[in-house]
């Protein structure tokens, strides 16, 4: 009667000669933890800057206004009052605005120049790993060919 071939030690030699490689798995990994602290020290920036651009401009609002609520002589004065606050205050609005958006503008060009080098080199690891892994399994393949003859 024909006895069947055992597979066992075959197929355990193949699986040795295929070895696997953490370390790109480890690099991908720090690639990422690195790039999303990058990201968030950008954002965490970002929104200091914004909270203490709202607080300026809270308290001088607030300053402007003790001007404004202050008792008049004169009933024209309180309508001039109230148009130097009004003025005053528009003019704030637009160098605030601006001020966001200059900050705006740097988490802007500071995400992309962070996203660029971060494709860059993960590129260059991807290459880098897939021809490693091309190497070790045309050699493996070899072996195994050879084992098998």
């Not at 009667?1 to 991908?28: C, I, L, N, R």
């Not at 401009?57 to 009933?75: F, G, R, V």
Request: proline share 1%; charged share 25%.
């Amino acid at each position: 009667m024909a006895k069947t071939q055992d597979f066992t030690s075959v197929f355990k030699d193949m699986m040795g000669s295929f070895p696997v490689d953490t370390k790109s798995m480890e690099d991908a990994y720090k690639s990422q933890t690195t790039l999303a602290e990058k990201l968030s020290t950008v954002s965490l920036s970002a929104a200091q800057e914004s909270a203490q651009l709202s607080a300026k401009w809270a308290q001088d609002t607030l300053t402007k206004m003790q001007d404004m609520t202050k008792a008049k002589s004169e009933p024209a004065d309180y309508a001039k009052s109230m148009t130097d606050f009004v003025t005053a205050t528009s003019e704030s609005a637009a160098e605030h605005m601006a001020a966001f958006a200059e900050i705006a503008k740097k988490v802007q060009t500071q995400t992309l120049e962070l996203m660029m080098a971060a494709g860059k080199d993960m590129s260059e690891d991807m290459t880098a790993a897939a021809k490693k892994a091309q190497d070790e399994m045309t050699n493996a393949a070899k072996k195994a060919t050879t084992a098998a003859k």
